[in-house]
């Protein structure tokens, strides 16, 4: 707690403003959304690998959290919480941050794939700034951020050495497992958001294996079929929250499917829509 009043000695109303706009890009929507767009329109190989760690990591979080169940700094001293947005966004236990693990996962791994020493750079920046804002705005300890960081850099340690290895897989095999495994865990060992992660991680596989989307034609199309893509993913999840009984998006099947359909809607129909429309060369099934 120490540091985090130290921290907050240089707060002020636009440092608020600034830290929280930070820490937005860290929340699951931002997320989303440049997973989507790396998929669809700069290169659908890092923005499949991408995901799937990602959603990986947010999987080995949520359970962290649950095993641990330490307390956020608010719960110590409620003044510490800079921002009412902050606080909203800062559900669950503290251990480990949840900021911390995913954007050291998604950027460091970014970075990794793509190869560039300016990305590396713009990537640990993006990091340390995002990391820190949630010990500016009060909602993890050191602790918490330690945490986060080692096991997102484990990650993509793990995800590095693998792609290195040229381990292969069948499709068959993989879309089984990323099915299989994530709707288990969601059905066994139900988190608060596993019927999303779960649907994601078998979106990732399963529609990228269904229909193979390419992202070496002009720009402009690749440019609309990622916002088609991303206007789907939301339409979905507009319709489904507001048109779906409470006691349906409960059930821990539907909630799945609900996902599931979700990413389909990114990843399979919205690259299907643009060989249809000519916006994308030579998407095939596999």
Do not use: C
Not at 65 to 89: E, I, N, S, Y
Not at 174 to 183: D, E, G, I, S
């Amino acid at each position: 707690m120490d540091v985090v009043y130290a921290i907050q000695t240089i707060a002020t109303p636009t440092l608020d403003s600034l830290m929280t706009l930070i820490t937005d890009l860290g929340s699951e929507e931002a997320y989303i959304f440049m997973v989507i767009v790396a998929y669809l329109a700069i290169d659908a190989r890092v923005g499949q690998k991408l995901g799937i760690l990602l959603v990986t990591s947010f999987f080995i979080n949520q359970y962290a959290k649950g095993f641990f169940d330490t307390p956020r700094p608010f719960a110590l001293d409620a003044d510490v919480v800079r921002t009412q947005r902050a606080l909203d966004g800062a559900g669950g236990a503290g251990f480990p941050s949840g900021h911390a693990q995913s954007s050291s996962t998604f950027w460091l791994y970014a970075a990794a794939l793509i190869r560039r020493p300016w990305f590396w750079v713009l990537a640990a920046v993006l990091v340390v700034l995002v990391s820190f804002s949630r010990l500016y705005l009060g909602v993890h300890v050191p602790a918490d951020i330690i945490g986060g960081l080692v096991i997102g850099v484990t990650l993509v340690l793990v995800a590095v050495a693998l792609d290195r290895s040229g381990l292969r897989i069948a499709n068959g095999l993989l879309v089984l497992a990323a099915l299989a495994v994530p709707f288990t865990l969601h059905l066994v060992a139900p988190t608060p958001e596993s019927d999303l992660l779960a649907g994601a991680l078998g979106a990732l596989v399963l529609g990228p294996t269904l229909l193979r989307h390419r992202t070496d034609g002009p720009i402009p199309g690749r440019v609309l079929v990622a916002l088609i893509g991303v206007g789907l993913a939301f339409t979905v999840l507009f319709a489904t929250s507001v048109y779906l009984p409470e006691d349906v998006k409960r059930d821990p099947v539907a909630g799945y499917l609900r996902y599931l359909s979700l990413g389909l809607a990114a990843f399979l129909l919205a690259p299907w829509v643009g060989r249809v429309f000519g916006l994308v060369p030579g998407a095939s099934r596999r």
